[in-house]
């Protein structure tokens, strides 16, 4: 099975740098997202990553170790705006052989002034 | 533009009465998923699609049942709701499988049930 752990909330300053991480656990490891989730809203692709290393995309930074079965999400200059779950999510593969996508319980992060 | 739609988006009904929740892509994609999300859960699979006519249970499927007869399309119907399938249900797709980086959902249905 898959299984994927992150913390439940966190509190960062704007303006601020906060790192969100993720450790997961899964057979044949196909690829790690990362997804913005505002309240009641649907979840929008930030990050994949597939090869270990550091990807950039402006403000937002994600990283993977797949021999630690580890990630995180850095967000840079933090804004108000970034109050949201964050949410990890993992390809690997099911009992019957088949490719899925589980996704951790997410990270709430309040940007505080 | 490419999206997923879903409707409805907001409906309450009675427990015991069939309802059909309809999802559309228009990417092409062969993949297809239901999840259902809940405080303290996380987004959680029902049932997934590899491709026309081919399903397969995802984590949560009891009291769910899908088909997919076109590609474009994976209805989710709740043949007879009960309160607890009460949630916020998003519909996804993706090209196939280990290709592809991106999960596409719809904006989401919330459902109650009473």
């Known amino acids: 099975g898959q299984n994927i752990d992150q913390p439940t909330e966190m509190t960062a300053t704007e303006g601020a740098i906060v790192q969100i991480n993720c450790t997961y656990q899964?057979?044949?490891?196909?690829?790690l997202f990362w997804y913005q989730q505002h309240a009641g809203e649907a979840p929008t692709f930030l990050s994949y990553?597939?090869?270990?290393g550091l990807e950039e995309k402006g403000r937002f930074s994600s990283f993977l170790s797949r021999s630690k079965g580890y990630s995180y999400l850095l967000l840079k200059e933090l804004q108000m705006k970034d109050s949201a779950s964050y949410l990890c999510?993992?390809?690997?593969?099911?009992?019957?052989?088949?490719?899925?996508?589980?996704f951790g319980t997410g990270t709430k992060l309040q940007v505080i002034p | 533009e490419a999206q997923v739609t879903q409707n409805p988006r907001y409906l309450i009904t009675v427990t015991g009465k069939k309802l059909t929740v309809t999802c559309s892509q228009n990417?092409?994609?062969?993949?297809m998923s239901w999840y259902r999300q809940d405080p303290g859960l996380g987004l959680r699979q029902i049932y997934y699609s590899m491709n026309v006519e081919v399903t397969d249970k995802g984590d949560v499927p009891e009291g769910y049942k899908v088909s997919r007869k076109e590609k474009r399309n994976f209805p989710l119907i709740l043949e007879s709701p009960s309160p607890n399938q009460t949630s916020l249900y998003f519909c996804a797709s993706s090209p196939k499988t280990g290709f592809g980086n991106t999960i596409y959902f719809g904006e989401g249905s919330w459902l109650t049930v009473v």
């Open positions: 990417m092409n994609h062969e993949y």
């Open positions: 990553n597939v090869l270990d």
């Open positions: 899964t057979s044949g490891f196909n690829g």
């Open positions: 999510a993992v390809r690997g593969m099911n009992s019957g052989g088949y490719q899925k996508v589980t």
